[in-house]
């Protein structure tokens, strides 16, 4: 036998010693299995993680000899092999987490910026049709800039309670239907907005010069086009407020914060109904403003919410699920 073989000779047997020194049970297996899939799909270019490409129990032929050589290898087993890992996986799910603390920022910024705008604008007065119309003109630039404002607004909701949704799980029955109810009340409240800011505001500046006539038109229109923004703006709020309810169910069930925010949203959400329905056709800056401050604290306390780590949640649960 030459060198080259007594070589292999021993180091089959240093091997074989190896394996029957480290059995592993099936925890293990299944630990280093999907830790080194998830590292592999967060290296790799495809957006499908590998671990959701094969049952927990079956795996392919290459991954399974990948993970038992690398069980034999000290290098794994050693401190100085599983702190890089480790660090890789910290790496790997700190994305989610700070993704979701943007998307408080937004929440709480909306709330306080649309709230300011909306307490800026104000009717122009008169007495008359065309007085009315006139003040209603003057106030474009005003009009237009607030309610511009409110719809960017509506939208940064929109991405923060998805954003929401999705840390609490898309795929709980009562997640979706709270944010599919929630973005509909979205898609409301902007047509309210379009239609007081810039429907109305062009309407009156297109008739304060037209004929009599023609400005007693406009002067109706304007009024019923605010009997409806009215009626959309109050679906829009109560259809947010079932999505905040819904979600709140949800969170009354766990512990720390969570519950607490979910206490909020209930109560919040009561009280936007509550002053909907109590509110007359034509709502009062008074009415809109004291919905604004009820919605006001369920906002900040679901920016909260998304600024704070999951506790207690697993970072991988996080990630988006693979659609097969």
Same mark, same amino acid.
């Given at each position: ?140 630039? +005003?009009?237009? /800039?607030?309610? $511009?404002?409110? #719809?960017?607004?509506?939208? &940064? ?7 929401? @949704? ?68 109050k679906l829009g709020w ?27 949203g209930m109560l919040s ?18 009415? +809109?403003?004291? /919905?604004?401050? $009820?919605?006001? #604290?369920?906002?900040?306390? &679901? ?7 999951? @506790? ?13």
């Open positions: 036998m030459g060198s080259v073989g007594i070589a292999a000779w021993l180091m089959r047997g240093q091997m074989q010693r190896g394996v029957r020194k480290f059995r592993p049970d099936k925890r293990h297996v299944k630990f280093y299995v999907e830790a080194g899939l998830h590292h592999r799909s967060a290296c790799s270019d495809s957006n499908v993680p590998l671990a959701n490409l094969y049952p927990a129990k079956t795996f392919p032929k290459d991954a399974v000899a990948s993970v038992s050589a690398s069980m034999t290898t000290p290098a794994v087993h050693d401190r100085r092999g599983m702190i890089p890992m480790l660090q890789d996986a910290a790496t790997f799910t700190d994305q989610p987490i700070q993704r979701t603390r943007t998307a408080g920022i937004v929440i709480a910024s909306a709330a306080v910026i649309s709230t300011l705008f909306v307490a800026l604008d104000h009717s122009g007065g008169g007495s008359n049709p065309l007085e009315i119309l006139q003040g209603i003109a003057r106030l474009q630039l +005003l009009k237009e /800039v607030v309610h $511009a404002v409110a #719809i960017a607004s509506v939208c &940064a909701f929109a991405f923060g309670y998805a954003t929401l @949704a999705r840390r609490l799980g898309l795929r709980r029955p009562l997640i979706l239907l709270g944010l599919t109810t929630y973005l509909i009340g979205c898609a409301a409240m902007i047509g309210a907005t379009i239609t007081d800011g810039f429907i109305v505001t062009h309407i009156a500046v297109d008739a304060i010069h037209a004929a009599p006539e023609r400005v007693a038109f406009a002067y109706n229109l304007i009024h019923y086009a605010g009997v409806a923004l009215n009626d959309m703006a109560i259809l947010q407020a079932v999505g905040t309810l819904a979600w709140s169910i949800a969170l009354v069930r766990e512990q720390g914060f969570n519950q607490v925010a979910g206490v909020v959400s009561t009280l936007v109904v509550a002053l909907i329905f109590g509110s007359a056709t034509n709502m009062s800056m008074t009415s +809109l403003l004291s /919905v604004l401050l $009820a919605q006001l #604290i369920w906002n900040f306390a &679901a920016a909260v919410l998304l600024a704070r780590d999951p @506790a207690g949640v697993n970072p991988l649960a996080l990630q988006e699920p693979a659609i097969s």
